[in-house]
């Protein structure tokens, strides 16, 4: 199987405070994570890229001092968004890939609600 | 750069009724092409996929085919069903050393009894 799970399913904190996403690869290795945000009836949009052991790369546009990823192991990425407010409620999702070239296939977690009120 | 137009939703169906929903892409080199399907409060899984020009992904009735001559990936059901009824992302990857998604903005479908 390829299990990806992510913790919490959803969150609601004040204004200002951090909150910290898990996802997790249950029954595969995963060089590769990638952290993904939706807006409501829109696309998801990539965030960045986590690589095991390494800094993350972000996309254009994304604060990277806002939205803290750390990849520690081969099968834990995190994110934390900081100081969060109002406009960074969304809906995040993480993927992961399995280790190898030839693994083609990115498996999603089920997402995680962030409210910030 | 890469880039997924899909069909502007929502599309309401009735229960057996025929689907297509269309997406053509943009991008350099030979893509993978994907579906994708997201219920109602869960995260995304993988409909189906085509990893090269012809090739026709299928699922739970679903087929898709990778035309490249249209640079097309449109998603057809004979006969859909009320448990369908959730968005449909169209996405392409182009592989490399950090694979990554591009995605469509989604069709929510919805099928009626």
């Known amino acids: 199987g390829a299990v990806v799970s992510q913790h919490p399913s959803w969150v609601i904190c004040k204004s200002g405070t951090s909150v910290k996403i898990e996802c997790r690869s249950l029954?595969?290795?995963?060089?590769?994570m990638f952290w993904y945000r939706q807006f409501p009836k829109q696309s998801l949009m990539l965030m960045a890229t986590?690589?095991?052991?390494?800094?993350?790369?972000?996309e254009q546009g994304v604060e990277k001092d806002k939205f803290l990823i750390n990849h520690a192991s081969l099968t834990l990425s995190t994110l934390t968004v900081t100081s969060a407010h109002p406009e960074d409620s969304s809906f995040y999702i993480c993927?992961?890939?399995?280790?190898?070239?030839?693994?083609?296939?990115?498996?999603f977690g089920q997402g995680t609600r962030l409210t910030v009120v | 750069g890469n880039s997924v137009t899909q069909m502007e939703g929502p599309v309401t169906l009735s229960e057996e009724a025929f689907l297509t929903i269309n997406c053509t892409y943009t991008?350099?080199?030979?893509?993978?092409l994907f579906w994708y399907v997201q219920y109602p409060g869960e995260g995304l899984q993988l409909l189906l996929k085509?990893?090269?020009?012809?090739d026709k992904g299928s699922n739970k009735g679903f087929e898709a085919t990778y035309r490249k001559e249209t640079t097309s990936f449109h998603l057809e059901k004979g006969s859909v069903q009320v448990s369908d009824s959730a968005v449909y992302f169209c996405?392409?990857?182009?592989?490399?050393?950090?694979?990554?998604?591009?995605f469509g903005k989604g069709t929510l479908l919805t099928v009626n009894p």
């Open positions: 986590s690589n095991e052991g390494s800094k993350a790369t972000y």
């Open positions: 029954d595969f290795q995963a060089t590769t």
């Open positions: 085509a990893t090269k020009a012809d």
């Open positions: 991008a350099t080199g030979y893509p993978s």
């Open positions: 996405a392409l990857s182009s592989g490399g050393s950090n694979y990554k998604l591009t």
């Open positions: 993927s992961a890939r399995k280790t190898g070239r030839e693994n083609t296939e990115a498996f």
